[in-house]
């Protein structure tokens, strides 16, 4: 996030890498039981609000993981130490491979034919062996397909074990189903040669999220998702490592956004694998056909994170920031660190409104914990100051339900809480003149930590007791209506 005082040229968010990664703070760390508000459930305005169901699937509960009955693994791993973490990471290989043998000839000519070659490596080992031509160095974390031979590699000394203990044993699939999508857009001749990064990133997106509907109903010998938790789950791991650029849509390296990343996984999960073939550089356009430009790009490489502290200055600044955006008659006043109770709300803590006194209280150590700035050598959830600010805004915006007359429970106020903060962070992409001469406006990156709240802790899509609704789609969806549209289609939406 941006800030500039009066007369000063305030530093920026510095972009973080994608895919795979640990979680040790928002909620302080998700595991497969999870930490979110209460979950609600009814009917919603229509099919794509619908927090019940998940493309068409019914949102479910229940486990997610390796299934305890799954066959052994089958096939040679290059360079394995026979342990757990490749034991699992080749139950992934093998079901993902027999979900695309069977699948692939309904869409692509030919026969699918499995990777050549599987190679696990320990990044915290300067010794292991040659990955896709070039040594594993220390701390490479990762895992990858290789078009050059035709494999798939994996850090069985770091990466896997990281994700399973912070992310659950679905998160080793989630994976490894993106690095072999990118092996069928491969042996699909999907891509052409000049085609950016981006697309290619964004198509294995997509088909991992294909893959994963398959475990979500069943199918799986292997691995079982519920389609709320656990699906967070993975989506949380897939935005934790990101390799967004400077030009999201032009430069050759771009792999885009948090929210470009949801957004193809989505088409997968909801669609089928020609719905993948079909992502292209003007389909990634369409689908970012509305956002604003500030929140598409992030800040140079080499510039410094532009996190505020969490304190009584920026927090101030936030609620200044909204005041000037929506001109509340009467605007909610901040509290930090009160006890008292209130009579018609439940707290959603760090960050709760109480309607009958019109007050937004804090646990601003708690607040830090969440806004806790993770960078990409940490390899941990992706979050920063706006997983914080956007939760707090999500308070103001029930401040301004409140006034319009609506009610502030239930599964309509969770999503229009999270459109209405939505419509703030786009106001904020741009500088906002505020009486006081300061500024604070949003980056690309202060959207990804947005995100990674709505898959986390949830609050920025819940109601007035912090109640939200458990298809993570659904709030994603009703945030990103938000950012495209305005406050008066956020009310009439979610009326």
Same mark, same amino acid.
């Given at each position: 996030?941006?800030?500039?005082?009066?007369?000063?040229?305030?530093?920026?968010?510095?972009?973080?890498?994608?895919?795979?990664?640990?979680?040790?703070?928002?909620?302080?760390?998700?595991?497969?039981?999870?930490?979110?508000?209460?979950?609600?459930?009814?009917?919603?305005?229509?099919?794509?609000?619908?927090?019940?169901?998940?493309?068409?699937?019914?949102?479910?509960?229940?486990?997610?993981?390796?299934?305890?009955?799954?066959?052994?693994?089958?096939?040679?791993?290059?360079?394995?130490?026979?342990?757990?973490?490749?034991?699992?990471?080749?139950?992934?290989?093998?079901?993902?491979?027999?979900?695309?043998?069977?699948?692939?000839?309904?869409?692509?000519?030919?026969?699918?034919?499995?990777?050549?070659?599987?190679?696990?490596?320990?990044?915290?080992?300067?010794?292991?062996?040659?990955?896709?031509?070039?040594?594993?160095?220390?701390?490479?974390?990762?895992?990858?397909?290789?078009?050059?031979?035709?494999?798939?590699?994996?850090?069985?000394?770091?990466?896997?074990?990281?994700?399973?203990?912070?992310?659950?044993?679905?998160?080793?699939?989630?994976?490894?189903?993106?690095?072999?999508?990118? !092996?069928?857009? #491969?042996?699909?001749? &999907?891509?052409?040669? *000049? /085609? $950016?990064?981006?697309?290619?990133?964004?198509? %294995? +997106?997509?088909?991992?999220?294909?893959?994963?509907?398959?475990?979500?109903?069943?199918?799986?010998?292997?691995? !079982?998702?519920? #389609?709320?938790?656990? &699906?967070?789950?993975? *989506? /949380? $791991?897939?935005?934790?490592?990101?390799?967004? %650029? +400077?030009?999201?849509?032009?430069?050759?390296?771009?792999?885009?956004?948090?929210?470009?990343?949801?957004?193809?996984?989505?088409?997968?999960?909801?669609?089928?694998?020609?719905?993948? /073939?079909?992502?292209?550089?003007?389909?990634?356009?369409?689908?970012?056909?509305?956002?604003?430009?500030?929140?598409?790009?992030?800040?140079?490489?080499?510039?410094?994170?532009?996190?505020?502290?969490?304190?009584?200055?920026?927090?101030?600044?936030?609620?200044?920031?909204?005041?000037?955006?929506?001109?509340?008659?009467?605007?909610?006043?901040?509290?930090?660190?009160?006890?008292?109770?209130?009579?018609?709300?439940?707290?959603?803590?760090?960050?709760?409104?109480?309607?009958?006194?019109?007050?937004?209280?804090?646990?601003?150590?708690?607040?830090?914990?969440?806004?806790?700035?993770?960078?990409?050598?940490?390899?941990?959830?992706?979050?920063?100051?706006?997983?914080?600010?956007?939760?707090?805004?999500?308070?103001?915006?029930?401040?301004?339900?409140?006034?319009?007359?609506?009610?502030?429970?239930?599964?309509?106020?969770?999503?229009?809480?999270?459109?209405?903060?939505?419509?703030?962070?786009?106001?904020?992409?741009?500088?906002?003149?505020?009486?006081?001469?300061?500024?604070?406006?949003?980056?690309?990156?202060?959207?990804?930590?947005?995100?990674?709240?709505?898959?986390?802790?949830?609050?920025?899509?819940?109601?007035?007791?912090?109640?939200?609704?458990?298809?993570?789609?659904?709030?994603?969806?009703?945030?990103?209506?938000?950012?495209?549209?305005?406050?008066?289609?956020?009310?009439?939406?979610?009326?």
């Amino acid at each position: 996030m941006t800030h500039r005082a009066r007369g000063a040229a305030g530093p920026r968010l510095r972009a973080r890498d994608w895919f795979g990664g640990v979680l040790v703070a928002a909620c302080v760390v998700v595991t497969v039981t999870g930490c979110a508000p209460t979950v609600m459930t009814g009917r919603a305005a229509s099919m794509m609000y619908d927090p019940d169901r998940v493309g068409g699937l019914p949102a479910t509960h229940g486990f997610s993981g390796l299934r305890p009955d799954a066959p052994a693994p089958a096939g040679r791993v290059h360079g394995t130490d026979g342990g757990d973490n490749d034991r699992v990471a080749l139950l992934a290989i093998n079901d993902i491979q027999d979900f695309w043998t069977t699948t692939y000839p309904e869409f692509f000519p030919g026969q699918y034919q499995p990777v050549s070659r599987l190679r696990s490596y320990d990044s915290t080992n300067p010794l292991s062996l040659v990955v896709c031509g070039r040594s594993v160095t220390p701390g490479d974390a990762n895992a990858a397909y290789c078009r050059r031979d035709d494999s798939v590699s994996w850090d069985r000394g770091s990466f896997i074990p990281n994700a399973r203990k912070y992310f659950g044993d679905i998160a080793v699939p989630g994976v490894l189903a993106h690095e072999l999508g990118h !092996a069928v857009q #491969t042996k699909a001749h &999907l891509v052409k040669l *000049l /085609a $950016g990064t981006l697309v290619r990133e964004q198509q %294995a +997106d997509c088909f991992a999220g294909v893959y994963l509907r398959w475990v979500a109903q069943g199918h799986s010998p292997r691995f !079982a998702m519920n #389609t709320t938790d656990g &699906l967070d789950h993975v *989506l /949380a $791991g897939g935005i934790t490592l990101r390799d967004p %650029a +400077d030009d999201p849509v032009n430069d050759p390296d771009a792999h885009g956004s948090a929210l470009d990343r949801v957004g193809a996984f989505q088409e997968g999960f909801d669609g089928d694998p020609a719905s993948c /073939a079909a992502i292209d550089s003007k389909e990634i356009a369409s689908r970012r056909s509305g956002l604003p430009k500030g929140l598409l790009f992030y800040p140079p490489a080499d510039s410094q994170p532009g996190e505020l502290p969490i304190d009584d200055g920026s927090l101030g600044l936030l609620m200044e920031t909204l005041t000037q955006v929506f001109h509340p008659d009467n605007a909610p006043v901040l509290t930090v660190g009160g006890s008292e109770g209130c009579a018609d709300a439940r707290p959603s803590p760090p960050a709760s409104y109480c309607p009958a006194t019109n007050t937004i209280n804090i646990d601003l150590p708690e607040l830090k914990r969440m806004g806790t700035y993770t960078d990409e050598q940490s390899r941990q959830l992706l979050q920063g100051d706006d997983t914080a600010y956007s939760v707090v805004t999500s308070r103001y915006m029930l401040a301004l339900q409140h006034q319009h007359g609506f009610s502030l429970t239930g599964e309509h106020a969770a999503l229009r809480t999270a459109c209405l903060t939505g419509v703030a962070q786009r106001a904020m992409s741009e500088p906002v003149a505020l009486p006081s001469g300061n500024t604070m406006v949003l980056t690309a990156g202060d959207l990804d930590e947005a995100i990674s709240g709505l898959l986390t802790n949830h609050l920025v899509a819940s109601d007035v007791n912090g109640d939200t609704v458990p298809a993570g789609f659904t709030r994603i969806f009703a945030f990103r209506t938000g950012l495209i549209t305005d406050a008066d289609q956020c009310y009439q939406r979610f009326a």
